[in-house]
């Protein structure tokens, strides 16, 4: 541990403390939400309680055996699915085309293409329900994909992007001037090598559109709300432990998602 500096501007350890102090409140301001919703969906009472004066599975149980539960949760699952596929295919040949381009517009289309990223979502949300009421896209499974893959596309892109800086074009030129048609060596050559990018922006996309909320209380409703949705309507109208359970579930599932994606990145290297 660097404890004495070894240079007249080098910083210890100790000089530091201040901002090992910051990152850990603000650690500790993000993660105690998520950590308190945990004990709470175990809870016997009717309400919502901290700490619960007696443990119970009824919440989960409550959230299983309702249809209404049930088939949010199905809709949340098959729209984010669905919006993994389109993003991550538009997304990665997005963010390789604008690789390989050296126009003067380059930066400008990348730049579009992340706005919805930069937009606030009430303004996208705003905008996409008046866009589907021409077209008669609300409430649709078929609106929802499309708005989520809008917002998922710059995430992958991100990653993709990345990915992107340390591919050796070399190898791609080679495969070119051996005869491999441009779609041939991008996905035996370029493909492989950036497969790992391209998996964390499928992860980025699925959890995007399963975690999103603003734009689908403007554009689903009844048999096509999702599960972000019916939760939020159900804060507003009746507060149940159900979503206390349904939230640790979610917690859980973009905990298995970030191991995942270490697993895969371990394994890869």
Known sequence: MLNTPA???QVTHGQRLWLYATVALVMTFLVIPCILVIPMSFSDSQYLEFPPRSLSL???EAFFTSPEWIQSAVVSLKVAGLTTVLATVLGTLASYGLYKATSLFTPITRGLLMLPMMIPLIFVAIGVFFVYARFGLNNTITGLVL?????AIP???IAVGNGLKSF???????ARSLGASPVTAFLTV????????????MLF????????VVVSLFVSSGANSTLTKRMFANIRDQVDPTVAAISSMLVALSIVVLIAAQFVKRKDA
């Open 7 to 9: 240079t007249s501007t």
């Open 58 to 60: 009824r919440w989960y």
């Open 147 to 151: 708005a989520h893959t809008t917002l």
């Open 155 to 157: 995430f992958v892109m």
């Open 168 to 174: 050796d074009p070399n190898l791609e030129r080679a």
């Open 190 to 201: 370029t493909l492989p090598q950036i497969r790992i990018s391209v998996f964390s922006g």
């Open 205 to 212: 996309a699925f959890v995007t559109s399963f975690d999103e």
